[in-house]
């Protein structure tokens, strides 16, 4: 219960945020009468060799699940849940997002989330060593500004910029992006291509450093499933302890309304 109340009450905090960022309650209060009478769901769970965080210079380094939902229209909720296949919990975001613009040429998302790292480690406990599982805070507020060139390709930014709260944890990180997406490259009958490329900057704490990465998706129209490719590659960093190529393989079953798991990768 506890956990439910202080996830309420960061909901309330960002909407009180973005209204404040709109600066006209009229607006918002629309906004939220027309996400309530337009309850979206959709979804998508799957798994992957490799699992890849949201900042995709890490990994988990192991076969991992996932679980994407998205709860909304204008104003969503829009949960993930990251996991080892071996049950273990890796990370859970709660994002709240709001659609601040939205038209055929251009579209404008602004949101944030609290933020949840599992964090394994082997500690003395009563004088012996015990495999246990920590868990470190986080919030975290982003910017996604996108322009169409067609329907299914745009280019865009994606800034994050994230606070931490453990002492052992990364206190503050800034992600910004540069994105190209291609959704619909046709294939043979009904089957296509969705390829987001992007370039970024990564700053935690007093390390930085630049890199690219990209995946490729093949997809069917009407079909649940779909095979996804990601690789990562560092360009110049200062960040120690990360994989000079990072690439992963995802079976990925979507679900609901039309839906596209890691909207910072593939925004609506």
């Keep these: 219960m506890a956990l439910n109340t202080s996830i309420f009450k960061s909901s309330l905090l960002v909407l009180h945020l973005i209204c404040g960022l709109v600066k006209s309650p009229s607006l918002c209060a629309q906004s939220i009468d027309s996400a309530k009478m337009e309850r979206n769901f959709g979804g998508a769970a799957g798994v992957t ?3 890849i965080s949201l900042l995709p210079t890490f ?3 192991q076969p991992a699940g996932f679980v994407m939902l998205n709860m909304g229209n204008r104003l969503s909720f829009d949960p993930e849940f990251h996991f080892s296949l071996e049950g273990k919990p890796w990370t859970v975001l709660l994002w709240l997002r709001y659609k601040l613009i ?3 040429k251009f579209k404008l998302t602004v949101g944030a989330h609290p933020g949840l790292l599992f964090v394994p ?5 009563n004088g012996q060593p015990r495999d246990v599982i920590t868990t ?4 975290a507020s982003e910017l996604a500004p996108n322009y169409f060139i067609t329907p299914h390709t745009s280019i865009g930014f994606y800034y994050l910029r994230g606070m931490g709260f453990a002492e052992s944890a990364v206190q503050n990180t800034n992600f910004l992006t540069f994105n190209a997406n291609f959704r619909k490259i046709a294939l043979y009958e009904n089957f296509y291509l969705r390829l987001n490329p992007q370039v970024y900057y990564l700053k935690m704490d007093e390390l930085d450093g630049f890199f690219a990465s990209s995946t490729l998706t093949l997809a069917k129209k009407d079909f649940p ?3 996804q490719m ?3 590659k560092s360009i110049s960093t200062k960040i120690p302890d990360i994989s000079a190529l990072l690439w992963s393989l995802s079976l990925i079953y979507s679900f609901g309304n039309t839906y596209v798991p890691s909207p910072r990768l593939f925004p609506n």
């Design 225 to 227: 499933l779909s095979f």
């Design 59 to 61: 990994s988990l380094n």
């Design 136 to 139: 470190e805070r986080y919030l």
């Design 230 to 232: 990601l690789a990562n």
């Design 121 to 125: 480690q082997n500690l003395m406990i």
């Design 49 to 51: 060799n490799n699992g």
């Design 102 to 104: 939205r038209n055929e």
